[in-house]
């Protein structure tokens, strides 16, 4: 049992309570890792959903940000078609670990499960770790932290971040014009190219 976590609810979690966190979804993401593939595709395991197209992006989710947002995420798309294949290929992973699917106590501040495995599937290894972005990017950092010493890989930070910009804008694209989830799909979206903005990205 537990409950939904969520940005406010890691905020005030105290250090000690996010480490353990950090630590105990790497060492989920290491598990999980290690599950042989075929194995996995016998079962029924198959490639995750694509997202749309850079030129969709283009079309359809930067026309609906604020003007002075527009540079931002046209900066990203262009850097992301740029990326080369994932280093690290291709995972049998969980990719949807956001806050709605997990179930976490905040009185002993624990993770007690995580659910839905219904996105899971055969992706690129760091596409892994952008979800716990949408909870804090402070979570993901220590994740990806206890991944690498537990695992010897080196995660790419960047990588991570274009990926998550792309993911967010692909979900606004992805919603049709009359939509009554756009207004807050767009907050969302806001938000992240504001902390985008912040690493860097031109914002016009």
């Not at 250090?15 to 042989?36: C, K, M, T, W």
């Not at 179930?103 to 979800?131: C, K, M, T, W």
């Not at 537990?150 to 960047?158: C, E, Q, Y």
Request: hydrophobic share 40%; no cysteine; net charge negative.
């Amino acid at each position: 049992m537990g409950e939904h976590l969520l940005t406010a609810d890691y905020d005030r979690l105290p250090e000690d309570s996010r480490q353990r966190l950090g630590d105990a979804l790497g060492q989920f993401y290491i598990e999980l890792h290690g599950l042989d593939k075929e194995q996995m595709a016998d079962a029924g395991a198959a490639p995750i959903g694509a997202w749309q197209s850079p030129a969709t992006l283009r079309g359809k989710a930067v026309p609906a940000l604020p003007a002075e947002l527009r540079g931002v995420a046209e900066a990203i798309i262009a850097e992301f078609e740029r990326l080369a294949p994932d280093p690290h290929g291709q995972t049998y992973g969980f990719f949807d670990g956001h806050g709605w699917n997990m179930a976490f106590d905040p009185v002993r501040g624990r993770l007690n499960g995580i659910y839905d495995f219904a996105d899971s599937g055969f992706g690129p290894v760091h596409q892994e770790f952008i979800y716990s972005n949408f909870i804090s990017p402070d979570l993901t950092e220590r994740i990806a932290a206890a991944y690498e010493k537990a695992s010897g890989r080196t995660l790419d930070r960047r990588r991570i971040a274009i990926l998550t910009s792309i993911h967010r804008l692909s979900e606004l694209a992805e919603l049709p014009d009359d939509s009554r989830h756009t207004l807050a799909m767009t907050h969302h979206t806001v938000i992240w190219l504001e902390t985008m903005s912040g690493l860097g990205y031109a914002s016009s």
